[in-house]
């Protein structure tokens, strides 16, 4: 294989040359921001709204990036030419920077951004026909008055304890209430149910991410002429689905047959759930920034 190139605070570097500080706050207070992103035949997808959602969470914990918005497109896609990728996973970090060991942000004077791209499977083909098993967990989701899931923190360990459940449950994806019990969200995918033809997902102020395949899902069901509601929902609503599936970059559009062992649906992907699959794999090499041709 040829060599990886990362991009780290202005230079290409080799995946063994790519090292940060052990006094960068994102190693070592889990201090800064990120972003997992794909690119479909060149086409980053939706990468507008992923550099939104970057610029919008380094504004809610005051990081300054350093490089401007139009400037990131241009390290990105070049990151992304370097490597002659076509189809894989953009992985962009802006951390707080190195700074002391004490926490105060004022001492770290430059964030330091990272961008790593790699090939990307993370389920074989048929989980996508049957499905995963998932089960809810005792870890609550973070609550948006602590540390706002609207965030896209390198603070993933709310996360990382629910996947430790969920590994200890030998399932597949875990499901995150919040305090009040109502569904938010899988460990790093958003959630939805279907139930008698009406599509719903729980309203991110519960404590979610606002994932960009959930809005791209939310956007399919309006062209799909499916009814969808952003409505709070219990365990017990994804208990009696008809189907229930998860979104995210990495997941893309995945069913989950089994809740808490209970059997969803028929016990394999819905078939809203490949409708939707389907439509959202004819959309991702077209709508975003085309690499390339740029
Ligand atoms: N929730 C969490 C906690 C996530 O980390 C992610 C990203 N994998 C998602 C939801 C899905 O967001 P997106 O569709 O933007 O990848």
């Known amino acids: 294989m040829s060599e990886q190139w990362i991009y780290l605070d202005g ?8 090292t940060v500080s052990v006094y960068d706050h994102g190693f070592l207070y889990g201090d800064g921001i990120f972003e ?10 939706r990468c507008k709204a992923h550099l939104d959602r970057l610029y919008d969470s380094a504004k809610s914990i005051s990081l300054n990036i350093p490089l401007s918005y139009d400037e990131m497109l241009e390290v990105m896609a070049e990151t992304v030419r370097r490597n002659d990728m076509r189809n894989g996973y953009i992985r962009l970090i802006v951390s707080r920077g190195p700074g002391n060991l004490g926490l105060d942000p004022l001492r770290c004077p430059k964030a330091s951004v990272i961008i790593i791209v790699e090939q990307l499977a993370i389920y074989p083909e048929e989980a996508y026909l049957t499905g995963l098993k998932a089960v809810s967990v005792s870890q609550r989701r973070n609550i948006p008055d ?7 923190s390198l603070n993933y ?9 969920s590994n200890y449950a030998g399932v597949g994806e875990a499901i995150m209430l919040n305090s009040q019990g109502y569904v938010t969200e899988g460990s790093s995918d958003n959630i939805f149910i279907v139930k008698n033809g009406v599509v719903y997902t729980p309203p991110c ?15 399919l069901c309006g062209e799909l002429d499916l009814e969808l509601k952003e409505v709070p929902f219990t365990l017990h609503d ?3 689905a008809d189907e229930v599936f998860f979104t995210g970059t990495a997941a893309e559009v995945i069913a989950a047959y089994e ?3 209970r059997t969803i649906g028929s016990g394999v992907a819905g078939p809203v759930t490949l409708r939707l699959l ?10 975003g920034y085309k690499v390339w041709e740029a």
């Open 11 to 18: 230079q290409y570097v080799t995946k063994e040359n790519a």
């Open 238 to 240: 994804v208990y009696i």
């Open 36 to 45: 997992g992103i794909r690119i479909y035949n060149g086409n980053i997808f």
């Open 259 to 261: 809740v808490d062992g």
């Open 157 to 165: 360990l709310n996360n990382i304890l629910v996947k430790i459940q």
């Open 205 to 219: 102020y519960l404590g979610a991410l606002e994932g960009i395949t959930r809005q791209a899902i939310i956007d």
């Open 146 to 152: 602590a540390l706002n899931p609207k965030i896209k």
């Open 278 to 287: 389907e439509a959202f794999r004819q959309i991702v090499d077209k709508d």
